[in-house]
């Protein structure tokens, strides 16, 4: 049995090396990429959102096993994140304080190699990218629970010149943190409004006197639960949990176990086609009988599938709205264009934010 394992690990050791000779081979390959592009001009874009999902895709498609198609697809992720920070270290905005799940998913998207600025509004994260203080930024834009995230939306109708770069789908579980293991003797709960409504039914049962207290973020809740404040606890997750010192309370008191939130990518130019894209759209028609219809019938026509369609008001006047729609494909497809062209016609106003990759993961 122990020579049995010395030949195993062994092995192990041989191919450790070669691993490791190989990831150091292709970083060298992404800093001649970096001179080849530095050659190129000042505008130089290292960061190619099309190239990383193609290339992750690539990894789903061949792997066999044992490790998950997931595991393998985080390990590249975290290897071309680090050879990208050889070629620029990017920054990214996010919805902070430190530990949200906006940085959660800026992570998951960039890997742990870029660094990432907190903001305290989504405003700010707009306004840090459009000043070009850092490359991009992430923002929530819905949840599977409890819907779209206005605020998100309405920064796109106020004439921002950013574009969605990419989408992260980040599968969300809360945690009831604390100080103390006993949370029966709790007065009040932190947590931002959309994670005490993703928690509801939990908390109805479980705890059903306790004050529910909004704040700005679950970061924030777990910065005020740890504050000294007694018989307080928040609901946030478990990196937060690390940062702020708390514990566990009680795990995964989500309503829905499958509960995910959407966030996007923002950032300064166009993404070319990956083979696997969305593109969104906002859309304003005029306020008469049958402009919806009419709106629609250009997808139908080129068989475009459409995967979201939310309304606002235009707030340029009562009860005019404009239409936030995903489609599945980029701007430069054939079909898309020829879309394009008939919506142009047959709306008041047309504003493409953005073709970029499908989530991979």
């Known amino acids: 049995m122990t020579n049995k394992l010395e030949i195993i690990r062994e092995k192990i050791d041989v191919l450790d090396k070669e691993l490791q000779d190989m990831i150091n081979e292709r970083a060298r390959l992404a800093q001649e990429v970096a001179q080849v592009k530095q050659a190129q001009g000042d505008d130089t874009v290292y960061y190619r959102p ?16 044992p490790l998950s198609g997931e595991d393998m697809a985080r390990l590249f992720r975290e290897i071309m994140s680090a050879c990208l920070a050889l070629e620029q270290t ?8 430190e530990g949200t799940f906006t940085q959660a998913a800026a992570l998951k998207h960039f890997g742990y190699s870029v660094r990432t600025v907190s903001m305290n509004t989504i ?10 203080a850092v490359n991009y930024g992430v923002v929530p834009v819905e949840n ?25 789908d980040l599968r969300v579980h809360h945690h009831l943190l604390g100080k103390s293991q006993d949370y029966n003797s709790l007065k009040r709960i932190y947590s931002h409004q959309q994670s005490l409504a993703q928690c509801r039914e939990w908390l109805n049962v479980r705890l059903p006197g306790v004050e529910r207290v909004p704040v700005s973020s679950n970061a924030e809740a ?9 018989q307080v606890a928040a609901i946030a997750s478990d990196i937060a949990a690390d940062i702020y010192g708390l514990e566990i309370l009680e795990a995964n008191i989500e309503d829905n176990p499958d509960n995910t939130t959407r966030f996007l990518i923002i950032g300064r130019q166009s993404v ?3 083979g696997d894209d969305k593109t969104s759209l906002l859309v304003s028609t005029p306020n008469k009988p049958g402009a919806l219809h009419q709106m629609l019938e250009p997808f139908a026509e080129n068989t475009i599938s459409m995967s979201r369609i939310e309304s606002r ?6 009860w005019e709205y404009v239409f936030f729609i995903d489609i599945n494909g980029h701007v430069e497809d054939e079909k898309i264009i020829r879309c394009l062209d008939a919506l142009r016609e047959k709306t008041s106003m047309l504003k493409v934010l953005g073709s970029y990759p499908r989530a991979v993961l």
Not at 123 to 132: G, I, T
Not at 145 to 162: A, K, P, Y
Not at 222 to 230: C, F, N, Q, S
């Open 144 to 168: 599977s629970t409890e819907g779209v995230i206005n605020h998100t939306l309405d920064l796109f109708m106020q004439q921002s010149s950013l574009v969605i770069c990419g989408e992260v």
């Open 272 to 274: 070319a086609s990956s």
């Open 50 to 65: 099309e190239r990383e999902a193609a290339v992750l895709r690539e990894v789903l498609a061949r792997n066999e096993g």
């Open 123 to 132: 405003d700010e994260v707009f306004r840090e990218v459009e000043s070009a």
């Open 313 to 318: 008001p235009s707030r340029l006047a009562n």
């Open 90 to 97: 990017l920054q990214v905005a996010f919805l902070g304080p």
């Open 222 to 230: 777990a910065r005020r639960a740890a504050a000294g404040e007694e």
